[in-house]
C-alpha cells in the first residue's frame, strides 16, 4: 500500500508516457495542429500514419485498426485521467493510500494524496492510451521531437491493447496491486524500448535500444522528475511515477537480448505473476510464483478495529518504501529475496494502523535485510524507544509507533494506531506494538 500502487492504479486505468516537458503549458482548448520547430503546422492526424509505419516495423507487430488521436491542454489532459478513475476505482482507495502513507511516515500528516498524484501527473505526463475506446490523447505543448517520442510511445500501447487486450487487463482488481504494478511495467518497458528504436533508426537505421546502455536511458527518466517542477514532490511519489518505466526498460531489454521482441511478446501471453519476476527475470522464466502470506491479525489493537483495505505490496514495493530509510542500493539488497506478503489497513472512526508481513524465500539473508531496516530506522528516525532481539520500535506523538520485527522468514511492518482527526495524535505504544508483531507473526 505505498504510493507505487496508487500511482499503477492511476497510469493502469490509462497507460500513459511520463517524462513530459517542463516548459509553457498550453491554457485553455487545446489547438488540432503540432507546431514545428520552422513556424509551421501540421495536423497530428497527419502525423499518426507514417509513426505508425515506424513504430509497426520497430515493434514487429501488426496494428490491426486505426488508432485516432487528439491534442490536449494538460487541463484536459488531467481531467480526461480524473474522469476515467473516478469511473473505474472506488472511491476509497486513494484515501486509504495516503492514510498509509502518512502512518509511515512517508508524507506529511495533511499531505492531499490525489491532489499530489495528480499535480505529478499533470508535469510529466505526455499523453496517454486508453484502452477504453482505443484512442490516444497528447500535449498540445509538445515540440517536435517530444511528440514524435509520445506518438511512438502511445502507437505502442495501442499494438499492445490490439493483440493482448489492454482494456481487460487494466481492470481495477482489489488485493492485487503487486499484479498490476508488474503489468504496468511491461507495459511502459515495451514501450519505451520500442519507442527508443523509433528515435535510433531516424540518424542510424540499424542501430536500436539494445545498443544504448540501460543506465543512460534509466538516468534521463529519472532526471525527469528529479528536476523542474516535480522536485519538490515527495520522493516516495518520484520514485514509483519512474519505476515502472525503469524495471520495465531493463526487463523488457533483457528478454530482447535473449531472444527478440519474440520473448517479449511471450511475456504477455504468460503474464508476470508479481514484480518479483520483473526484478529478477529467471524467476519469471522458471515460473517461480509468490508465497501465499496470511493477511496480519489484529486482535492485539482491541476489538474496536476491522479491517478496510488488504492488498500485496510486491518486492518492487518494499524496495521503494525501504528507500525511505536507506540508499537504493541497500533497499535493493535488503529487498531482494521476497518470497510473499500481505499488509493491511485497519480503522476504527478516526483511527488508523497498518501492518505488513513479508516472507522471505529459502535461502534469503532475512536476518541481514532486517538489520539494515533497524539501521536505516535509526538513521532516518533517531534512537529508538524500545529495541530488543528481532524487535525495534520508536514512539511517534502524531503517528502512532512505528515498528519492525523479526521470527524466522518473516519481517512485520506496523505504524499506528493513531487518531487522525482534525490533529492528529498516537493512540498506541511500543509495548502494543510487540504484541501485535507476536500476533503477526505467529503463523
Not at 473516478?86 to 509511515?104: A, K, T, W
Not at 502470506?293 to 510486491?314: C, H, I, Q, W, Y
Request: net charge neutral; charged share 25%.
Amino acid at each position: 500500500m505505498n504510493a507505487v500502487r496508487g500511482l499503477a492504479l492511476v497510469a493502469i486505468l490509462l497507460i500513459g508516457c511520463a517524462g513530459g516537458s517542463h516548459g509553457p503549458r498550453s491554457p485553455g482548448a487545446a489547438p488540432s495542429v503540432v507546431r514545428e520547430p520552422d513556424g509551421g503546422a501540421r495536423d497530428v492526424q497527419s502525423l499518426i500514419a507514417p509513426m505508425t509505419e515506424r513504430v509497426v516495423k520497430a515493434r514487429k507487430l501488426a496494428m490491426l485498426r486505426e488508432c485516432p488521436g487528439r491534442l490536449a491542454s494538460r487541463e484536459e489532459l488531467i481531467r480526461g485521467v480524473k474522469s476515467h478513475v473516478d469511473r473505474e476505482l472506488p472511491p476509497d482507495v486513494l484515501n486509504h493510500e495516503s492514510r498509509v502513507l502518512q502512518l509511515l511516515g512517508f508524507v506529511p500528516v495533511n499531505f492531499d494524496y490525489p491532489a499530489a498524484i495528480y499535480a505529478l501527473l499533470e508535469s510529466e505526463l505526455a499523453g496517454y492510451y486508453e484502452p477504453a475506446d482505443g484512442t490516444m490523447v497528447l500535449a498540445a505543448d509538445l515540440d517536435g521531437d517530444n511528440i514524435d517520442a509520445t506518438l511512438a510511445h502511445e502507437l505502442t500501447h495501442a499494438l499492445q491493447d490490439q493483440h493482448w487486450d489492454l482494456k481487460a487487463r487494466s481492470k481495477y482488481r482489489p488485493g492485487e496491486s503487486d499484479k498490476t504494478a508488474a503489468l504496468l511495467a511491461l507495459a511502459e518497458g515495451d514501450a519505451t524500448s520500442a519507442m527508443v528504436d523509433v528515435l535510433v533508426h531516424r540518424t542510424k537505421p540499424n542501430s536500436s535500444a539494445l545498443l544504448l546502455a540501460d543506465e543512460m536511458l534509466i538516468g534521463q527518466i529519472r532526471a525527469s522528475v528529479d528536476s523542474g517542477p516535480t522536485s519538490s514532490s515527495p520522493r516516495i511519489l518520484r520514485a514509483s511515477l519512474v519505476a515502472p518505466y525503469i524495471e520495465g526498460l531493463r526487463f523488457v531489454n533483457a528478454l530482447r537480448r535473449r531472444g527478440g521482441w519474440s520473448e517479449v511478446d511471450r511475456a504477455w501471453t504468460t503474464p508476470l505473476a508479481s514484480t518479483s519476476q520483473l526484478l529478477h527475470v529467471e524467476k519469471w522464466l522458471n515460473h517461480e510464483e509468490p508465497i501465499v502470506v496470511r493477511v496480519p491479525e489484529f486482535k492485539a489493537l482491541g476489538g474496536r478495529f476491522r479491517s478496510v483495505n488488504v492488498d500485496t505490496e510486491g518486492e518492487l514495493g518494499i524496495r521503494i518504501m525501504f528507500e525511505e530509510w536507506m540508499s537504493m542500493a541497500r533497499a535493493r539488497e535488503a529487498a531482494t529475496g521476497w518470497g510473499g506478503d500481505r499488509a493491511v489497513l485497519v480503522a476504527h472512526g478516526d483511527e488508523y494502523a497498518f501492518a505488513m508481513k513479508v516472507r522471505y524465500a529459502p535461502g534469503a539473508k532475512v536476518a541481514a535485510a532486517f538489520n539494515e531496516v533497524e539501521r536505516g530506522l535509526t538513521r532516518k528516525l533517531g534512537k529508538p524507544s524500545e529495541k530488543r532481539k528481532g524487535y525495534w520500535c520508536i514512539e511517534r506523538p502524531d503517528r502512532g509507533p512505528l515498528a519492525i520485527a523479526m521470527r524466522g522468514a518473516d519481517i512485520a511492518i506496523m505504524a499506528g494506531p493513531a487518531s487522525t482527526g482534525e490533529a492528529w495524535k498516537s493512540t498506541g505504544t511500543c509495548a502494543k506494538s510487540r504484541k501485535w508483531s507476536a500476533e503477526i507473526l505467529a503463523f
